[in-house]
């Protein structure tokens, strides 16, 4: 939903291809909006621009996801509940991204962490499934592998890089924040949004407060082009912006390549030294 009409997402799929000869994915995100987009014509641009992954997001996505499928895309559906998780294992998706409350966006209503969900998704599903939620550290990984998931999705920790495509301040406050700088907005509209703990989100919770359900006392607050905005023009720090609680494991601005191997050797250390070095403890011997 970055991409403001079906022509502009052709467009970044195509650029995107040009930048890599690496396999890429396309989210593909269902939120309720005062005016849905036409989002049968986005699926068909990635579906004719031979897109091999999709990570699908929101609600009701039965039908663009058979779609997806019968033109032989790997769909990896994102939920925050395992019931909806069982259901897209029911009509076909390969994998599932299970995205605890820790999550920036949107956790949904349910309120289930990832120390939770995971396990409880490992025991019921079938398929593969990844963590998403508050990760940033290859400790967060070896914990997800040891809790039945294969693999992990970061999105604030992405944010905090070189080479994001977000203003300098975005980045900075980031860095600065500790993990009670978040709050949720929109619950009162059933579609609970985890933001960055600004005056901005503050003063929508307190509209929320005084006027529950109402989408149009909030909506100048809310609305996706005073984020746009921040990200990409002004950088003003105190719109209404998502990030999830990772804000505090996050302490730099690396590139993807430092980060992303320091996750992996991070996770092997923690498996190799700590979890294995546990085995060779006085405590094997008691047990
Ligand atoms: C700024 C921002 C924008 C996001 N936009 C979307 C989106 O359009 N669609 C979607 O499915 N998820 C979106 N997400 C959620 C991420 O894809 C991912 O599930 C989430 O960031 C994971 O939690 P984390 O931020 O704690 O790593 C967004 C997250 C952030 C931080």
């Given amino acids: ?33 005062l005016r849905p987009p036409n989002y049968k014509a986005y699926a068909e641009v990635i579906i004719s ?9 929101g609600r009701q996505p039965d039908d663009f996801i058979k779609m997806f499928k019968s ?6 559906h994102k939920c925050v509940q395992v019931r909806h998780a069982l259901h897209a294992q029911k009509i076909g998706v390969d994998c599932i991204s299970m995205d605890g ?8 209503e349910a309120d289930v962490g990832n ?6 998704a490992a025991k019921k599903l079938k398929i593969p499934f990844i963590v998403s939620g508050g990760c940033a550290t290859g400790t967060q990984l070896a914990a997800a592998l040891a809790l039945g998931a294969e693999g992990m999705n970061m999105g604030t920790r992405f944010m905090a890089t070189r ?7 975005i980045k900075e406050s980031i860095v600065n924040a500790s993990e009670n700088d978040t709050t949720l907005v ?3 509209v059933k579609n609970t949004e985890r933001v960055f703990k600004t005056d901005s989100a503050m003063k929508c919770r307190e509209i929320e407060a005084e006027k529950p359900g109402n989408i149009m006392a909030i909506r100048h ?8 905005k921040s990200f990409q023009e002004t950088g003003d720090t105190d719109s209404i912006w998502s990030c999830g609680q990772s804000i505090g494991l996050i302490n730099d601005i690396p590139t993807v390549e430092n980060l992303v191997n320091r996750i992996i050797w991070s996770a092997e250390n923690t498996i190799r030294a700590r979890l294995n070095g546990l085995l060779d403890s006085p405590m094997k011997a008691k047990l």
């Fill in 163 to 169: 080479e994001a495509s977000i203003h300098s301040n």
């Fill in 101 to 108: 409350f820790e999550c920036g966006g949107h956790p949904g």
């Fill in 115 to 120: 120390w939770v969900l995971l396990p409880a």
């Fill in 186 to 188: 929109m619950r009162s």
């Fill in 221 to 228: 607050l809310v609305t996706g082009e005073n984020y746009r």
């Fill in 71 to 76: 033109a032989g895309i790997y769909v990896i």
């Fill in 49 to 57: 621009e031979g897109v091999k992954v999709v990570e699908t997001a």
């Fill in 1 to 33: 939903m970055t991409q403001k009409s079906p022509e502009d997402l052709r467009n970044e799929i195509r650029k995107c291809r040009k930048l890599t000869s690496k396999p890429f994915g396309v989210n593909f995100t269902l939120l309720p909006a």
